[in-house]
């Protein structure tokens, strides 16, 4: 958002939350800075982040969408052969393979351009090791039993980061503040499986391809 943009959504946000307290606006702009941006102001954004992510309603939509998710996190920690290192490590995701994931569904542009993806990699790494220990349990839902690798490597997601990744290119590409973070997720998920149905359709190169594209075809009848 340009400085503008954020005011005039500061404003509308003031006058929805405010509008039966007080008459005009000015007064609704001064509760809003009182009561809520002057308490939060220079909070750590990563804590912020994981409150979001890690609400009751954001997990109630990715257990509703881990099955194919996880087949998605299986295919793709499969595909960069750049090393044997990486081939090797077949079952976490490196940057080059998440960023395969969003070329692969056209979601770079200029506003999730590479350098957005690298600093949402690093973020989620730094954001699972800070927190790990208070969301353990949360995260138990969406990990199988034996997914602790990727979790303390710096360069790997396991399959909880990488959905924490999915919610961080939704905040970060769809920053919408009157749409709910759990339904912009949502219709984000769903249009991730349109996406890579329309890529993998004619790509058919591995068993594990057909389980996605069966599983996806399932899921969006």
């Not at 007080?22 to 009182?34: G, N, R, V």
């Not at 920690?77 to 070329?103: G, H, K, V, W």
């Amino acid at each position: 958002l340009a400085p503008h943009e954020y005011i005039e959504v500061l404003l509308h946000c003031a006058h929805s939350k405010f509008k039966g307290t007080a008459d005009y606006l000015p007064e609704q702009m001064s509760l809003l800075i009182e009561n809520h941006l002057k308490p939060n102001a220079c909070n750590d954004s990563e804590s912020l982040f994981q409150k979001m992510a890690y609400s009751t309603k954001v997990r109630q939509v990715l257990d509703k969408h881990s099955a194919e998710l996880k087949i998605i996190f299986q295919l793709y920690a499969t595909l960069d052969m750049s090393s044997t290192e990486a081939m090797q490590r077949a079952s976490t995701m490196n940057i080059t393979e998440f960023q395969m994931l969003l070329e692969d569904t056209e979601l770079l542009d200029e506003t999730l351009t590479v350098d957005a993806v690298q600093q949402i990699f690093e973020g989620i790494q730094q954001s699972a090791t800070a927190e790990a220990p208070a969301i353990e349990e949360e995260e138990e839902e969406l990990e199988d039993d034996d997914d602790p690798e990727g979790l303390d490597d710096d360069d790997e997601m396991a399959f909880s980061e990488f959905v924490d990744g999915l919610i961080a290119v939704v905040a970060y590409k769809f920053p919408d503040p009157f749409t709910p973070l759990s339904s912009r997720i949502n219709t984000f998920i769903l249009q991730l499986y349109t996406s890579l149905r329309k890529h993998w359709s004619r790509k058919r190169i591995s068993p594990l391809v057909d389980t996605m594209l069966n599983a996806l075809q399932k899921k969006m009848r």
